[in-house]
């Protein structure tokens, strides 16, 4: 019988990953659920990064280049954005219906980007993402890898402008 070889840890303990491993688990850890993990990926995170392709990648056995080369390859994964701050905001059906455009709204206006766009200073980066499975904290969004739920533009903002004060 084949040694069962421990499945790799993944890149830290948010539990996003756990969603990620599942949804690798339900395809059997086959090559071909390449593609619908990293949509996974970045529907939960918003955008693919080293570390999470690292551990795509060892997960179903295949070599990096090809996760690099699948992620690049489709127009709709992003790889990891410049900011030095990170706010994906969800633009799934529930989100969108309970106020995800007055988030978007508020941070065109509060910081002059729209989704898929870095500040010039580098500080902060905004991303869309379908539906991070907290549709019941719609509209959500993440920020910093906390997941904050039933948002106003106000809270928004705020968190973004707690998290910069944090990191200087
Ligand atoms: S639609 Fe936003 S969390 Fe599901």
Not at 111 to 117: A, F, H, S, T, V
């Amino acid at each position: 019988m084949a040694l069962q070889l421990a499945k790799p840890a993944p890149p830290d303990d948010d539990k996003r990953w756990k969603m990620i491993e599942v949804t690798m688990r339900r395809n059997g850890y086959a090559s071909h659920a390449l593609i619908e993990t990293l949509h996974r990926v970045q529907g939960l995170f918003g955008y693919l990064d080293e570390p999470a392709m690292h551990f795509v990648a060892d997960s179903l056995g295949l070599p990096l280049s090809k996760v690099y080369g699948v992620s690049t390859f489709y127009h709709l994964f992003s790889l990891k954005p410049q900011g030095r701050h990170t706010c994906v905001i969800c633009t799934g059906t529930a989100c969108y219906i309970k106020g995800a455009g007055e988030l978007i709204e508020g941070i065109r206006s509060h910081y002059g980007i729209e989704l898929g766009q870095t500040t010039p200073d580098l500080e902060l980066s905004a991303i869309g993402a379908r539906c991070i499975g907290a549709c019941g904290l719609a509209p959500a969004a993440v920020v910093d890898g906390e997941v904050l739920g039933k948002l106003t533009v106000e809270r928004l903002i705020a968190k973004i402008e707690e998290v910069k004060r944090h990191a200087t």
